[in-house]
């Protein structure tokens, strides 16, 4: 399958800042989601990125909050924004090729707002 | 909406022994795709093993092999000869779209132990 690079691996980032956490693929895909793992939690979609539109979010998420962009088939961005300590999360982007293949994963980002 | 549970939310066995994690899931379709994910303290989610709900026969690979209960909505990972390198995180996923295009969902996970 193809690999995603994502980066930042960690970042300590102060209460009120944004961070934008970057994926790109070595291949075009089809789909592009991004995942939030909170501490000692499971994995919850916060949105596909949509190539060339608007993200569409799941419930509980926001574009204010979550800005993402898509700007080809191979690179993803979510920055989360006017953070506070409760975004302290793992974020992971994921990627899939279509039908008959399986989602993979980039390394995560693990975000510490202090 | 879907769910994923996984009831156990650590396990530990010693090496060589063979274990059995639990997955239930809920759904109304009739058509969907099971999945179980491995994530090591590398945070890295690693694929296991997948299963497509059309299909009778159970997923094996390798060591990793499922018992899968369309009826029941149960869907289990059993890891024999288990190894070290298993120790892991192990989550359950559910998707109704091939290739996962609508995303996954997935539960709660199971903290594996592998004991030497």
């Known amino acids: 399958s193809a690999v995603i690079s994502q980066k930042p691996s960690r970042d300590i980032c102060q209460r009120g800042t944004s961070l934008t956490i970057q994926c790109q693929v070595d291949?075009?895909?089809?789909?592009m989601f991004w995942y939030r793992q909170q501490p000692g939690q499971s994995l919850t979609l916060i949105a596909t990125?949509?190539?060339?539109?608007?993200?569409?979010?799941e419930s509980g998420f926001v574009i204010d909050k979550f800005p993402i962009s898509r700007p080809n088939l191979t690179f993803s961005t979510l920055t989360v924004s006017n953070m506070s300590p409760e975004d302290s999360s793992i974020y992971l982007c994921?990627?899939?090729?279509?039908?008959?293949?399986?989602?993979?994963f980039g390394q995560g980002t693990r975000l510490t707002v202090v | 909406a879907q769910t994923v549970t996984q009831s156990q939310p650590e396990m530990s066995v010693q090496e060589a022994e063979t274990v059995t994690l639990s997955c239930t899931y809920d759904?109304?379709?009739?058509?969907?795709?099971l999945f179980w994910y491995k994530q090591p303290p590398s945070r890295q989610m690693i694929l296991v093993i997948r299963?497509?709900?059309?299909?009778?026969q159970n997923a094996t690979e390798n060591r990793f092999s499922v018992n899968f209960q369309k009826a029941a909505k149960s869907f289990s990972l059993k890891i024999s000869d288990s190894q070290l390198g298993d120790t892991a995180m192990y989550f359950c996923?559910?998707?109704?779209?091939?290739?996962?295009?609508?995303?996954?969902?997935f539960g709660k996970g199971t903290h594996l132990i592998i004991q030497p």
């Open positions: 994921s990627g899939t090729g279509g039908v008959n293949t399986e989602a993979f």
């Open positions: 291949s075009q895909v089809t789909m």
């Open positions: 990125a949509n190539q060339g539109s608007e993200a569409t979010y």
């Open positions: 759904t109304s379709e009739s058509n969907y795709y």
């Open positions: 299963q497509e709900a059309y299909k009778q």
């Open positions: 996923a559910f998707t109704t779209e091939p290739g996962g295009a609508d995303g996954l969902t």
